[in-house]
């Protein structure tokens, strides 16, 4: 297993800011932990990132985020202002900045089956309608060919709703992914505090609504080749599949809050015979729920076709049901895997895992979940299980990372590592082989 662990700088202490009224997310500096193990916990490989990452340097820090292990058998991701793709041994394919105009890579770079890659990134320089001029935070995905040339791009302030703000307003604001802040823990936002937020200069890597603040936080970006689209992971929003004409196919979200012409696109949840479920609000009946403040939403390719879509989803749980639990010890996180009927506009869940494991598996940021073929099994990586936020005083304890690997269908996993304390981001299978024989 790679397993990518952050080393995060606190945006208090950060080296670098955008300042005011400007925005963006440029605080974050810190570095990575990349490892491979094995099965037993083994450190097979390691990672000396220390050649190609400065945390001093505003063009060589940030985050180490995104890594996909590509067809070629090397390894892509993204830190900062930069993306990069090199062999397992360490050989550089390329190293480049982020396209002109383009800022603040973090969380999702997608190496696609039409040979180019999507990157999630963000607005340098947005001219919104009151005349202030923004850095835009995490809401632009921008698609590159193997050499680095722009062939598309999709800024989502214009795609969906930038003030749709259900979601943002019922969020522990304690733990917004990579804002992580004690101090907040348990506090949520209200109607008054983001309008007054909207009227002000207050920009940057803060929740609310509005280009220039964090109103979508798209945390992964997968590609469906059979109709030549996107599907996101907007933590603030919901998932959403959106076509080459920038259009919406699809919300895999609560219906809750959507406005005219998005609002048709949200998918009915149905039982295994079709049935649709009852549902009033963000709660449905049947055992289906959607997902709440998740990380990732992949396409199963190997399961998928161009009428029927299944996805797997890390849904953390945080603001489930639109609402924060009278305990924060009720909350807890899933692995989803749902199916989607395309022409029917229908969303069945067939399978989940976490409920049962309580709040002790429960990761408030990062994680993932993911289909992988070579056994045909469910990875699910609860990245920051057992972090604390409720602990007198003010405290609070480390996550302990836990990795489990599922057979198809199953309850119980085949595979459980349980890591050491520290902040988790993303784990997944790799293929040494591949690695080896491809280049």
């Not at 990132?49 to 991701?77: C, R």
């Not at 607005?123 to 632009?140: E, I, L, Q, S």
């Not at 009033?280 to 998740?294: H, V």
């Not at 302990?400 to 085949?414: I, S, T, Y």
Request: proline share 4%; charged share 25%; aromatic share 12%.
């Amino acid at each position: 297993y790679f397993i990518n662990n952050q080393i995060l700088n606190s945006w208090k202490t950060g080296q670098f800011t955008w300042n005011n009224p400007q925005g963006g997310a440029l605080e974050w500096g810190g570095g990575a932990q990349n490892a491979i193990i094995d099965t037993t916990g083994e450190v097979r490989w390691f990672m000396n990132t220390d050649p190609i990452h400065d945390q001093y340097s505003v063009l060589e820090s940030g985050p180490m985020l995104g890594f996909e292990q590509n067809k070629d058998g090397a390894y892509t991701w993204g830190f900062g202002q930069r993306y990069l793709k090199y062999d397992i041994m360490g050989r550089k394919i390329w190293n480049r900045r982020l396209p002109q105009s383009y800022i603040d890579f973090s969380h999702a770079l997608c190496a696609a089956e039409n040979g180019n890659y999507f990157l999630r990134v963000a607005a340098a320089a947005y001219a919104r309608p009151d005349g202030k001029t923004v850095r835009t935070v995490r809401d632009v995905i921008v698609e590159v060919d193997e050499s680095g040339n722009v062939v598309d791009d999709w800024r989502l302030w214009e795609i969906l709703d930038s003030y749709r703000d259900n979601v943002i307003k019922t969020m522990d604001q304690g733990a917004v992914c990579l804002n992580i802040d004690f101090s907040k823990e348990g506090q949520t936002l209200s109607a008054a505090d983001l309008a007054a937020m909207d009227k002000s200069d207050r920009f940057g890597d803060i929740a609310g609504v509005g280009p220039g603040r964090n109103w979508a936080h798209v945390n992964s970006v997968d590609y469906d080749p059979t109709d030549d689209s996107i599907i996101l992971s907007a933590r603030h929003q919901g998932i959403v599949k959106i076509g080459r004409d920038h259009q919406v196919k699809w919300i895999l979200a609560s219906p809750v809050g959507w406005k005219k012409g998005l609002a048709e696109r949200v998918l009915t949840p149905v039982d295994k015979n079709g049935k649709p479920l009852k549902c009033e609000g963000s709660q449905c009946e049947g055992g289906f729920d959607w997902s709440w403040t998740q990380h990732t939403a992949w396409r199963i390719d190997e399961k998928s076709d161009k009428d029927t879509v299944y996805i797997t989803v890390f849904d953390n749980g945080d603001a489930r049901g639109m609402e924060q639990p009278a305990l924060a010890e009720d909350k807890y996180t899933r692995g989803v895997i749902y199916k989607i009927d395309q022409k029917k506009m229908t969303v069945e869940q067939i399978w989940e895992y976490g409920k049962e494991r309580g709040h002790d598996w429960y990761s408030p940021v990062t994680s993932l979940t993911r289909y992988e073929a070579d056994k045909d099994s469910v990875m699910v990586y609860s990245a920051t299980a057992g972090m604390d936020f409720s602990l007198s005083g003010g405290s609070s304890t480390p996550p302990r990372p836990v990795l489990n690997e599922f057979e198809w269908g199953a309850k119980e996993p085949a595979v459980e590592i349980q890591m050491s304390p520290g902040s988790g981001y993303r784990a997944f299978p790799i293929s040494v082989k591949k690695a080896f024989t491809e280049n």
